[in-house]
Every structure is written in structure tokens, then in C-alpha cells.
């Protein structure tokens, strides 16, 4: 499989880091495994943890918690960028955006 250059030229520029391009590609045969994650919260962060949630889906227009929570931790790391991609999961798209 070749990688299109304007994939590349995104990458080089600052506009999608490398995981992000892997996991685009990697969005084509939707084999990637899936794992859960697993914790206690305290009811008022399970409320605040709720309501980050919907807001990440409404600003990365999904209905899929996972996919919003990931947006939502590439943006605090500072990895997020504004682009569609395709979730592998579903095969839904969403929009990634935020701070580099």
C-alpha cells in the first residue's frame, strides 16, 4: 500500500501527526483490536466526565463515546488537528480538531 504524498506533505507540514496517519490508514481494513478500559469515579466526575463526553460529540459530530473521548485526549495532548477521517471501527467519519 503507498501513502497518497499529500498524506505525507500533512504530516511534514504539522497538520497530522504520525499515529493519526496510521490510524487513517489503518481506518481502510478495519482490523484494528479493541480493549476496554475500566475505573471507579467519584459521582460528581462520572457527571463531569458525562457531559465532556457530550460535548466532544457534539464538536466532533459523533455518536460514538470512544471516538469522542480519543478527540478529547488528542486535544489535552495537544495532537488534535482539524480534518474527516474515517473511525475503523465503524466506519463512521468524524472531525478532529484542536490545537497542535
Avoid: R
Amino acid at each position: 500500500m503507498t501513502i497518497a504524498p499529500t498524506w505525507v506533505a500533512k504530516v511534514k507540514h504539522g497538520e497530522l501527526t504520525v499515529t493519526q496517519l496510521k490510524h487513517v490508514v489503518k481506518g481502510a481494513d478495519a482490523t484494528s483490536k479493541t480493549t476496554t478500559v475500566t475505573f471507579k469515579v467519584h459521582e460528581d466526575q462520572k457527571e463531569t466526565i458525562g457531559e465532556a463526553l457530550k460535548k466532544g460529540k457534539q464538536e466532533f459530530k459523533t455518536d460514538v463515546d470512544t471516538v469522542a473521548l480519543h478527540n478529547i485526549a488528542q486535544m489535552y495532548l495537544g495532537n488534535a488537528i482539524a480534518m474527516e477521517v474515517k473511525c475503523p471501527h465503524c466506519g463512521g467519519a468524524f472531525t478532529a480538531s484542536g490545537g497542535k
